[in-house]
């Protein structure tokens, strides 16, 4: 089956950048989503891309995508301890049978420092 | 609503209870999906409805859970007889469609002991 894997903590200082990765199996068309959860809240979406995008850029996120060594990383810049949170990396099939069938990865606990 | 909104937000049940937890997902979106979190941030996909028909249940457990999105009610998670290994917090998520362009927003989440 997919699995999706990402390393379990990262601290930065704030005003760095701050990069999370993620490694997926699925070869299928697909989607990449990154979710951010803060302590007791919900899911936040916070970006996603499609299987045959290189990058992505949204404000201070930038995710890239290396679909041959199936590597999928999100830079947040200028880091802030508001965003410090976990991370996810989440796979899903784009259309089909196991649409919305999210394989999630274990999360990364970001600490930003003052 | 411009949100899935999940009630109630905790829930505590006596071991055997049952427990049902309630999700709305955003108007227009066609798909709504349930995921348990249990310790360790694992998810676990439960099931997943297009309308009122169930789409993927591949993850349900064959007892004690059930499901429903009934037209012009919330959607429903039903867990009877509860055991202590149910504590977790189950989200509902909903998307539009699926295919390019069509994401999963997720709901905030009914965080369930059992004791």
Not at chain 2, 52 to 66: H, I
Not at chain 2, 77 to 82: C, D, F, M, P, V
Request: aromatic share 12%.
């Amino acid at each position: 089956g997919e699995d999706v894997e990402q390393s379990l903590f990262l601290s930065v200082r704030e005003g760095d950048s701050s990069v999370i990765n993620c490694t997926y199996t699925d070869s299928s068309s697909t989607y990449l989503y990154w979710y951010k959860q803060e302590p007791g809240a919900g899911l936040q979406l916070l970006t996603y891309i499609f299987s045959n995008m290189d990058m992505k850029q949204d404000q201070r996120l930038t995710v890239l995508l290396n679909k041959k060594d199936k590597h999928l990383s999100l830079r947040i810049a200028d880091t802030q301890t508001g965003d410090s949170a976990i991370y996810f990396c989440a796979e899903s099939p784009s259309r089909g049978t196991s649409y919305g069938k999210l394989t999630f990865g274990q999360g990364t606990i970001l600490t930003v420092h003052p | 609503g411009e949100e899935v909104a999940q009630t109630p937000k905790h829930l505590v049940r006596g071991e055997g209870q049952k427990a049902k937890l309630y999700c709305a997902p955003i108007k227009g979106h066609s798909y709504v999906f349930w995921y348990q979190q249990v310790l360790k941030n694992e998810f676990k996909f439960l099931i997943s409805f297009q309308n009122e028909n169930v789409f993927d249940e591949t993850g349900m457990p064959k007892e004690r859970f059930s499901a429903k999105c009934l037209p012009n009610s919330p959607c429903s998670l039903e867990i009877q007889a509860t055991k202590l290994e149910d504590s977790a917090v189950y989200f509902c998520a909903s998307s539009q469609s699926e295919g390019p362009g069509n994401t999963i927003y997720f709901g905030e989440g009914s965080w369930l002991t059992v004791v």
